[in-house]
């Protein structure tokens, strides 16, 4: 899989064609929200100002949300696939007591990964990572029961924010709905 965290270690070819996070602003314009600019180094500091590559362990931000995976569509779909191969064991669910965000749609939680319980759309449980900032969103899903695998990306969402801000949108669920309906049964 190509790609890397906060565009480090990212090929310059690759940095080169980036596009940048996008949120809709009033008059309809969409404005950038993260990687406007994408450093020659492949890091990117406060303010979005270019770096060179700190010492192991000085700067840890860097690999917070504004420091994420930075990939293709086509590099989201080779982790997807991978996740048949990860640990997917629950260390959360809801019978095991409160939390923030229980009664979401994300039933049970395991390591880095989300489990869908009822997803919307799709037969069966779903294994893997949403992403939701700087007006992306996006997946990458498995299905163990059948060896699917499927991602997705969506650039330019709006902001949601309140009850109901980590529900699947229209949009997703018609992505779900789509897929589900090329997938072979169980």
């Not at 293709?72 to 191969?85: E, M, P, V, Y």
């Amino acid at each position: 899989m190509q790609g890397g965290f906060n565009w480090w270690r990212v090929a310059a070819s690759d940095r080169a064609r980036a596009l940048p996070c996008l949120r809709p602003a009033p008059g309809g314009n969409a404005v950038p929200q993260i990687d406007a600019r994408v450093s020659a180094t492949g890091l990117i500091g406060p303010g979005e100002v270019p770096m060179a590559a700190p010492q192991p362990g000085a700067a840890p931000w860097l690999w917070s949300p504004q420091g994420g995976l930075r990939t293709s569509l086509a590099g989201c779909l080779a982790l997807a696939r991978q996740i048949g191969t990860m640990d997917r064991s629950p260390l959360w669910s809801p019978d095991k007591g409160p939390a923030d965000g229980s009664g979401s749609v994300y039933g049970t939680w395991g390591f880095g990964l989300q489990i869908l319980d009822d997803p919307p759309h799709w037969p069966r449980p779903l294994v893997g990572h949403f992403a939701d900032a700087y007006g992306l969103r996006g997946g990458i899903w498995h299905d163990a029961a059948t060896g699917d695998a499927f991602a997705y990306l969506l650039n330019g969402v709006a902001e949601v924010t309140g009850p109901g801000a980590d529900a699947f949108s229209r949009a997703e669920t018609d992505l779900f709905a789509a897929a589900a309906e090329e997938i072979r049964p169980a």
